[in-house]
């Protein structure tokens, strides 16, 4: 049963997914999420913080604090909603499952998975990577302006370019701050920063 019936029929009952692993959520990923929401007419972005992400040997913090960042970062935005689908499982999480769970949630709306082109062009290396295209229409939003995608007949993804603006600010790049004591100011909602300040995250 695929929800969403072509790319062209965007409907307001039309919902954006997006994964990651947030540590820390930044302003990249919220003002990403709002463009993309506001350009593709999405009824809500819903912010998935993985558990145990698959492609990453280890999250370099607990997924309880990931998420109550997720959560602190997304209150004051009634567009936006957090999920913890993921962080709730045990074992690796997986797109292609994910994905499946909220489409039953979810099963009135069309869904879109958000991504960024090096995910996008990552993509066939992903769990049941060719079941999932099938599954779901993809967001993309760029990191270079040049950016080009040649198709692959082998695998089709279906997805629409976003024109959010390309955003060049990393978790890493802030965790890196963080521990050479240097300003985070402005990278990340403010009530997040004081949150990693207060539970001394990535001190």
Known sequence: NILYMGMDRLENKTIGLLGGTFDPIHIGHLIIAEK??????????????????????????SSFHR???????????????????????????????????????????????????????????????????????FIVAKRTIDFKYEKNENFPVNFKLSNSPIIGISSSYIRTCIKERKSIKYLLPEKVRMYIKKENIYG
């Open 36 to 61: 993309v929401r506001e350009e593709f007419n999405l009824e809500k972005v819903i912010f998935i913080p993985a558990g145990i992400p698959p492609h990453k040997k280890s999250a370099f913090t």
């Open 67 to 137: 998420y109550n960042m997720v959560k602190i970062a997304v209150s004051d935005n009634s567009f936006f909603d957090v999920s913890d689908i993921e962080i709730k499982k045990k074992s690796p999480s997986y797109t292609y499952i994910t994905v499946k769970k909220m489409k039953k949630m979810y099963n009135n709306y069309n869904i879109f998975f958000i991504i960024g082109q090096d995910s996008l062009l990552d993509l066939p290396n992903w769990y049941n990577a060719n079941k999932l295209i099938k599954e779901v229409d």
